[in-house]
């Protein structure tokens, strides 16, 4: 994330209540006296306790740190760091369903002490330790019975629209949150959704209802009449979204990577032995944060997770991802973070000055990258020049593990099958001289019953 | 009820008028499903689950 002023987060600018600052490397929060008497009431009330214990609001501690804005400051909390940073249009089907069942969960409990969310941004939400947690502090306010939910539209732009659309048309449909960045217009998703979701009650109102009262009442200022707007109708509310959410499901179905385990031509043998090649390396060098590149359903990753680091699992297919994803949930794995993420097309930075949500590799680096059976995809199906992918790799980590499959391959026998072979370069020495502009060879090894071969090498300064 | 809304997040004419009329409508439900489950406490039968709501947060 770039830094402003002050050493201000360019992402952090709406909410007058506070911002995120750095400070010689620590992330700190500063608390505006225009939040005093909401901050007292979170912590007072129990509610900052409720939530931490339950896993769904970052823990802080408050600091000594001087504030960077000293005119408006109240406080400074130091938020705990969260490792890695995410965002909804990288996030399977389920985490983004988890996402926005812990936010409605959050606004219930809220609800019961007294507060209220006064936004609802999926870009709030962080997955930490495993679990979708709510990393802003300041995303509460005290709750006046009668007052309406400020935060109802961005909920259901957020979340509800973009997870409909999955659901009912087409699960890469959350791409669509990396154009609209404040989610995804009521009206478009609207018009896109089947003539059946308007016999589903929720998706009926929060949805289509809804978008058309935007039509109707757009740029009319309305002062709204709030007669039984009291806590039962705002419970029936969030239960009536939470319920809609609840419904809506989605199959990962047989997709190109759906079965690829079982269609590879690795036997059991060559598996383990990289398995076993992997943990091995990963554990030399004790990374904090490993990225998978193409990490499909997580089986390496996990090899890496196991040695403690952080390790965030991204891959091109949707289902596959999702998959990953539930056999974290499943095993309550908090060290794993599968994400959907092209890599011939990695998230780029974007919103207000290109500052507000981050590039993957302003993300990074990474201690350590694995890239395993995947640079055939980038070399013949994306036709990038292996140097460029040496150089892309060299900026995504410190440390590479990287798998060499040669065109005697199956796998690469199969992309080769409908194009013309334009890649004589693409060859065991072509591939080593390449890496090796970008790279110094540590170790390499042979795959055992396959013909590919891994290699362990270090990025050389730039 | 005049009604001050939050001082940075635009909750939108339109949107404020449809999750009125749908929370209004939604709380009648909510109030009686509370009144029966008490109406039930005075003749000795527990409330369920889906008299409190459909989960108790507090777990």
């Known amino acids: 994330m770039t830094k402003i002023t002050n050493g201000k987060l360019s992402a952090s600018f709406r909410d007058p209540s506070g911002f995120l600052f750095s400070q010689n490397g620590v992330l700190y929060r500063q608390i505006n ?53 995410s965002y909804p249009y990288e996030w399977s089907f389920g985490q983004l369903q988890e996402a926005a069942l812990a936010t409605l969960s959050i606004q219930k409990r809220a609800l019961k002490l ?13 997955f930490v330790r495993g679990k979708a947690t709510l990393m802003d502090t300041l995303s509460f306010e005290i709750y006046k019975a009668g007052e309406p939910w400020t935060a109802y539209k961005q909920f259901c732009q957020h979340f509800l629209a973009p997870l409909a659309l999955m659901s009912h048309c087409d699960v890469r449909l959350n791409q ?39 039509r109707k009442y757009s740029g009319k200022a309305v002062e709204p009449r709030t007669a039984g707007m009291n806590q039962n109708a705002m419970l029936g509310l969030i239960e009536s979204l939470e319920k809609t959410i609840q419904g809506l499901t989605w199959q990962a179905g047989d997709t190109e990577w759906g079965a690829y385990y079982t269609a590879t031509n690795y036997s059991d043998s060559a598996f383990e032995h990289k398995k076993q090649l992997i943990r091995a390396w990963v554990a030399e060098h004790k990374p904090a944060l490993v990225w998978d590149l193409g990490g499909n359903t997580g089986v390496f990753s996990r090899e890496a997770a196991a040695s403690g680091a952080m390790t965030v699992s991204f891959d091109l297919d949707p289902a596959a991802v999702e998959q990953n994803y539930r056999l974290v949930k499943k095993d309550k794995e908090q060290t794993l973070l599968p994400l959907v993420l092209d890599l011939t097309n990695p998230s780029p930075a974007l919103g207000w000055n290109h500052a507000e949500r981050a590039s993957l590799l302003q993300r990074g680096p990474a201690d350590l990258a694995l890239a395993l059976a995947v640079i055939h995809h980038l070399a013949i199906s994306n036709n990038v020049p292996l140097l460029q992918v040496a150089e892309f790799f060299a900026s995504c980590a410190q440390w590479l593990i990287v798998e060499f499959v040669p065109k005697s391959d199956s796998q690469v026998q199969r992309l080769l099958a409908s194009r013309k072979d334009i890649f004589p370069e693409y060859t065991q020495a072509g591939f080593e001289a390449a890496f090796q502009e970008k790279f110094k060879i540590y170790k390499t090894s042979a795959v055992q019953g396959s013909e590919r071969r891994l290699y362990l090498m270090s990025a050389l300064p730039k | 009820m005049h009604f001050s809304p939050s001082p940075y997040l635009d909750p939108g004419s339109g949107s404020l008028i449809i999750q009125i009329a749908i929370a209004v409508l939604l709380g009648l439900g909510v109030a009686f499903r509370s009144s029966w489950g008490k109406i039930k406490g005075w003749f000795g039968v527990k409330a369920t689950k889906e008299d409190r709501g459909a989960d108790d947060e507090d777990n």
Request: glycine residues 4%.
């Open chain 1, 33 to 85: 006296r225009a939040y005093a008497e909401d901050y007292a009431r979170l912590m007072d009330s129990g509610l900052y306790a409720k939530l931490v214990k339950a896993g769904l609001l970052i823990p802080h501690v408050e600091t000594d740190q001087p504030p960077a804005e000293s005119e408006a400051a109240f406080k400074v909390i130091q938020p705990e760091r969260i490792p890695f940073i």
């Open chain 1, 114 to 126: 007294g507060m209220i969310l006064k936004d609802a941004s999926a870009y709030n939400v962080q």
């Open chain 1, 176 to 214: 669509l949150l990396k154009i609209y960045i404040d989610g995804v217009p009521l009206d478009l998703a609207s018009s896109l959704l089947p003539f059946k979701t308007k016999f589903n009650f929720g998706l009926f109102t929060h949805i289509h209802l809804h978008a058309n009262s935007q």
